[in-house]
């Protein structure tokens, strides 16, 4: 366990501004080690992250979230990226008590009427807090591209604003902050990684949405709250099309809610 004053974190930042995701994440390790730190995956464009951290660290702790609402092909993904590295993907549910009283009470899709939040408190937020409360830092995808007005300004390495563990503040790494989503997908293609089917119409279009010449699945998630993106919208427009774009994060990422 290697713990980090916040201005150690800041100074760690500056120092990662012209670096490459690759020695972003030798950085991570350096600073923790495995088990420590334990890397995100949403199985998604995010294997890229997976394929460049298990070069450096085969023993990589990699994690995702089933909320039970995922594509099937997401599911098939998760067992390809298994067996072509050869890894272990620590999967958490939500509570099984949380679900069956959300469902009971206000049916399947209550994310529609109700707005998502609800629904991913239970399905995506408390089973990440359940995990993130084993480690000391972890490694996300995100990118600031991603999400218009939220992810604008997220630092290479930070303190998580969102969550604490019971051992102290929780350090998170951001490799890919920098890059766009073309750069992700690129990389997919040149490193030939497993891909998501989900994703294949893109990756063969040359993996830039603002290229696409038709509608094509890009940011992806739970099925029903996943919508193909259309040309000239913006990837985050195909999440949570019934909301605006100001709330279309899961919780997993939000400074000022939890929700
Ligand atoms: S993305 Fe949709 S289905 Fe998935 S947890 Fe959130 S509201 Fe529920």
Redesign the pocket.
């Known amino acids: 366990m290697s713990a980090m004053t916040p201005e150690q974190i800041e100074v760690l930042d500056a120092s990662l501004a012209a670096r490459t995701p690759q020695e972003i994440l030798a950085a991570a390790f350096e600073h923790f080690d495995t088990p420590d730190i334990m890397l995100s995956f949403s199985g998604a464009e995010d294997v890229a992250l997976v394929d460049m951290a298990v070069k450096i660290r085969p023993d990589v702790h990699i994690f995702t979230l089933d ?4 594509p099937g092909e997401t599911y098939e993904f998760f067992d390809d990226v298994r067996r072509h590295y050869g890894i272990r993907i620590e999967t958490y549910f939500p509570y099984t008590m949380a679900v069956e009283t959300l469902v009971s009470q206000k049916g399947f899709l209550s ?1 529609f009427r109700d707005g ?5 408190q ?3 937020v408390e089973p990440l807090k359940r995990a993130l409360d084993t480690v000391d830092a972890w490694i996300t995808g995100q990118r600031r591209d991603q999400s218009p007005g939220t992810r604008d300004h997220l630092p290479f390495v930070q303190i998580d604003p969102v969550f604490r563990t019971q051992r102290g503040a929780l350090v998170k790494f951001n490799p890919l902050a920098a890059w766009s989503s073309a750069d992700v997908f690129s990389y997919i293609i040149q490193n030939k990684t497993p891909i998501n089917p989900l994703h294949q119409p893109l990756a063969r279009g040359g993996g830039d949405y603002r290229r696409l010449a038709g509608p094509a699945y890009v940011s992806l ?6 919508t193909l993106l259309h040309p000239g919208e913006h990837e985050r427009a195909a ?2 099309r019934w909301e605006s774009m100001l709330k279309k994060e ?1 919780g997993l990422h939000l400074e000022h809610t939890d929700t």
């Open positions: 909320t039970g609402r995922l994310f998502h939040a609800e629904c991913c239970i399905r995506k998630g739970c099925l029903p709250c996943t999440r949570w899961c």
